[in-house]
């Protein structure tokens, strides 16, 4: 079975289907509604979304690794990485299969 991908066009069609503005009305919703996500965790910012789950920004500090096919060690520099936290409601659909609007609170 392929997996499938969802795209920002995937999620313009969906609010095009379920709200009905234009076309080129869904694509600027979800483009901005994606740009305050992004411009929240740039600074500094965590993002709560109710019933599906929260992002943060976590800086992770620089450490020792290794290379997997050469066993040489190697640093790995410090970075920022976006982290992700599903809500307890959206594991529970996730686990049973549901969309999270079919689980009662």
Known sequence: MAKKTLTRQDLRQA??????LSNNECGKLVERILENISEAL???EE????????????????????NPKTNIPAAISARRVVTFRP???FKAAIEMGNKPSQISE
Request: hydrophobic share 30%; net charge positive.
């Open 87 to 89: 809500s307890k409601k």
């Open 15 to 20: 609010v095009f289907h379920e709200i009905g």
């Open 42 to 44: 740039i600074s500094g």
């Open 47 to 66: 993002v709560k979304i109710s019933n599906f789950g929260s992002f943060k920004l976590r800086d992770k500090p620089e450490r020792m690794g290794r």
